[in-house]
């Protein structure tokens, strides 16, 4: 346990999938330095308390995060119950970040609002107050004042739909938290981009799938895998290099592998698109190399043990628009672990000790609410691999549906290690 004076309040956004944001946010607490910190959940956030020094590590690393929405810090929290007292602190802090947001050159401001209560009735009368005090405030100002979220609460819209008022760039968000009888509130400071993320997802130079790997996805992986700066990261089954992309994004090394030579040469195009689009971005061609070959024999082309980290998105069976019979999935199933336990074995035996395996698992899912999918224990087994150990919040199977309606397969995300810690 870890003693640290907490001095600066944060709330963090979690994503569609609670668990994988939660665990996204386990690792970043662990990479600067403080895991076993008390926090609450409260609705779609959790409320947290850092030092300083964490704080400012802390907002750095989440553009490196995958699936944890927004954050920000909590300024200040009063009783409920005492209406001028609450009312006086919440104009305090809407007049302070006016006059901090707004200039000459910025004469409109969006201001955005997010109110967390379980009461409807308090919700309005907060909603209410805060938009009659900036709109007083904004005409004593002459200042041209938008609220967005007034019928909506941030948690009710997609990161899509929030992004696209670009409240980053050009306004606040004001966020309020009624949790038991304090009202919490303070401001969002971090934003995702996923406009950014749909963008560069279409963008790619070279798609073969009606899905690659999202880049959303891509990134959460990456980051679980705890591989730090120069670090160098294997993707067996890499595609189009969308995981290798997102891993030269944070400067860690690649090495791809795909038996498909359409693959190999989209993956190669699109990492030569990368590194020309990216050339201040240190010396991309150095940093990464493809292979054109079957990863159940890597050892044909890998010689040192040198990985530090294997992270995937394996071939996950046939394309499928409707679930196959239960005999046909567990003969799919079947077929896949053995290539999964074959890769593996190989890919280990390249891997530094007490490193990460971040790796998706597909499952089907039966209306009687059988799931069909290959034996992670089996695959840890045979490849002297640990599942890696459960915390109390953080489960590292995580679902994650791919999302698109004719598509049937889910995914499990499974972290293994080679090494008991
Ligand atoms: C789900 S896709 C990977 C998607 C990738 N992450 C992306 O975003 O483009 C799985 C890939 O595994 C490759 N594959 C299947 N069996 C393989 C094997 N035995 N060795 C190497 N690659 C294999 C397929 O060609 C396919 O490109």
Same mark, same amino acid.
């Given at each position: 346990?870890?003693? !640290? ?9 979690? &994503? ?12 970043l607490l662990k990479?600067? &330095? ?60 809407? +007049? !302070? ?29 907060? +909603? ?21 979220g007034i019928k ?6 997609? %990161?899509? @739909? ?16 009624? +949790? ?22 279409? &963008? ?42 997102? *891993? ?17 040469? *989209? ?16 010396? !991309? ?7 054109? @070959? ?23 069976? %046939?394309?499928?628009?409707?679930? %196959?019979?239960?005999?046909?999935? $567990?003969?799919? !199933? ?12 190989? &890919? ?13 698992i597909p499952v ?9 999918? %290959?034996?992670?224990? $089996?695959? *840890? ?22 999302? $698109? ?5 889910? $995914?499990?995300? +499974? ?7």
């Open positions: 346990m870890i003693k !640290m004076s907490s001095n600066y309040s944060i709330f963090v956004k979690l &994503g569609s999938n609670k668990e994988l944001s939660k665990l996204e946010l386990s690792v990479k600067i &330095g403080v895991e076993n910190i008390a926090f609450t959940e409260w609705m779609d956030y959790i409320l947290l308390k850092l030092n300083r020094n964490s704080f400012t590590k802390f907002f750095k690393q989440l553009d490196k995060t995958g699936s944890i929405v927004k954050a920000g810090y909590i300024n200040s929290s009063v009783n409920i119950e005492k209406e001028d007292e609450w009312k006086l602190k919440i104009k305090d802090h809407l +007049v !302070m970040n006016i006059n901090k947001h707004s200039s000459d050159k910025n004469k409109q401001l969006k201001v955005a609002l997010d109110v967390q209560t379980k009461s409807l009735e308090l919700r309005n009368n907060i +909603v209410e107050f805060i938009r009659t005090t900036i709109t007083n405030y904004s005409k004593d100002m002459k200042l041209l004042t938008k609220i967005l909506k609460t941030y948690s009710q819209l997609t %990161p899509y @739909q929030f992004y696209k008022e670009n409240l980053h760039r050009r306004g606040f968000e004001i966020i309020c938290f009624v +949790v038991k009888s304090k009202l919490i509130f303070g401001i969002t400071n971090w934003v995702t981009n996923p406009l950014l993320d749909i963008k560069q997802d279409e &963008g790619r130079q070279t798609r073969l799938f009606t899905h690659g790997t999202s880049i959303k996805l891509s990134r959460t992986l990456v980051f679980l895998s705890e591989v730090s700066d120069e670090g160098l990261i294997l993707d067996p089954f890499c595609g189009t290099g969308t995981i290798l992309i997102e *891993a030269l994004k944070q400067k860690i090394r690649t090495i791809g592998v795909d038996k498909d030579p359409k693959c190999f040469r *989209a993956t190669k195009e699109n990492l030569n698109a990368f590194s020309l689009k990216y050339p201040a971005k240190a010396k !991309m061609k150095d940093k990464w190399v493809v292979y054109s @070959q079957d990863s159940r024999d890597l050892g044909k082309t890998l010689t040192d043990k040198n990985l530090d980290a294997i992270v995937t998105e394996p071939h996950l069976g %046939p394309f499928l628009k409707d679930l %196959p019979s239960k005999e046909e999935a $567990r003969e799919t !199933m079947k077929s896949l672990e053995k290539l999964y336990i074959k890769v593996l074995q190989e &890919g280990s035996s390249f891997l530094k000790n007490n490193r990460k395996i971040v790796f998706i089907y899912r039966y209306p009687d609410g059988l799931e069909v999918n %290959p034996n992670i224990e $089996r695959i *840890a087994n045979q490849c002297s691999l640990l599942i890696q150990e459960r915390s109390e919040f953080f489960h590292v199977s995580v679902p994650v549906q791919i999302g $698109r309606k004719h598509n049937v397969i889910n $995914r499990y995300l +499974v972290i293994f290690t080679n090494h008991s810690s």
